[in-house]
């Protein structure tokens, strides 16, 4: 039985989705007028930047797909160059969310349209993102990364754990479990 690699990816992958499904329920409050807390949608943008993006993704930039670069898989037109585009894109959509949270905050009133574009092409992105990692990318890991590379991989996992905060993950579960306390009040 080879050394897990993929397990911790998978369990961070279970707390983005809780966060996606929040930012679909909540926005589809939004349109609906029945749902006002623009707060949110920053807060929603701290968590991708810092919790998905900063911290998850780095963890399969620097580690995982590095690993799977250095043992035979193709930089380019592969599934690793999909997956870096995909993090690329999700970029985009999230500068659009905290834009037009910003402006609402400050006083627009127009910004429900932009925001619901954003916001549904990040969680639509970003569920098929992590579908294809738990299904194809991560069980591809787990077959082909030979044992020896495997230890100074959970090791540079646990040095990017160590990087960040001690209650860095608590933090963030702890503002999704409010957010979901809220949504089904
Ligand atoms: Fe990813
Ligand atoms: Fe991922």
Same mark, same amino acid.
């Given at each position: 039985?080879?050394?897990?690699?993929?397990?911790?990816?998978?369990?961070?992958?279970?707390?983005?989705?809780?966060?996606?499904?929040?930012?679909?329920?909540?926005?589809?409050?939004?349109?609906?007028?029945?749902?006002?807390?623009?707060?949110?949608?920053?807060?929603?943008?701290?968590?991708?930047?810092?919790?998905?993006?900063?911290?998850?993704?780095?963890?399969?930039?620097?580690?995982?797909?590095?690993?799977?670069? $250095?043992?035979?898989?193709?930089?380019?037109? *592969?599934?690793?160059? #999909?997956? +870096?585009? &995909?993090?690329?894109? @999700?970029? /985009?959509?999230?500068?659009?969310?905290?834009?037009? $949270?910003?402006?609402?905050?400050?006083?627009? *009133?127009?910004?429900? #349209?932009? +925001?619901? &574009?954003?916001?549904? @092409?990040? /969680?639509?992105?970003?569920?098929?993102?992590?579908?294809?990692?738990?299904?194809?990318?991560?069980?591809?890991?787990?077959?082909?990364?030979?044992? &020896?590379?495997?230890?100074?991989?959970?090791?540079?996992?646990?040095?990017?754990?160590?990087?960040?905060?001690?209650?860095?993950?608590?933090?963030?579960?702890?503002?999704?479990?409010?957010?979901?306390?809220?949504?089904?009040?």
């Amino acid at each position: 039985m080879k050394t897990d690699v993929t397990q911790v990816m998978v369990a961070e992958h279970e707390l983005i989705l809780r966060m996606i499904a929040l930012v679909e329920t909540n926005t589809r409050r939004l349109e609906e007028g029945r749902f006002s807390n623009w707060q949110f949608y920053l807060d929603a943008v701290d968590f991708i930047r810092n919790y998905a993006d900063r911290f998850h993704h780095a963890k399969e930039e620097a580690t995982l797909f590095t690993a799977l670069v $250095a043992n035979g898989m193709p930089e380019q037109n *592969s599934p690793v160059a #999909a997956m +870096l585009m &995909e993090h690329e894109q @999700g970029r /985009a959509f999230v500068r659009g969310m905290e834009e037009a $949270a910003q402006k609402t905050l400050a006083g627009a *009133s127009d910004q429900v #349209a932009v +925001l619901a &574009e954003n916001a549904y @092409g990040y /969680a639509e992105l970003l569920r098929n993102h992590i579908e294809k990692e738990n299904s194809i990318l991560y069980p591809l890991s787990e077959r082909v990364l030979p044992e &020896e590379v495997r230890p100074a991989m959970l090791e540079a996992y646990r040095q990017a754990e160590a990087a960040v905060a001690e209650d860095f993950s608590d933090h963030y579960r702890r503002m999704v479990e409010g957010y979901e306390a809220e949504a089904a009040a």
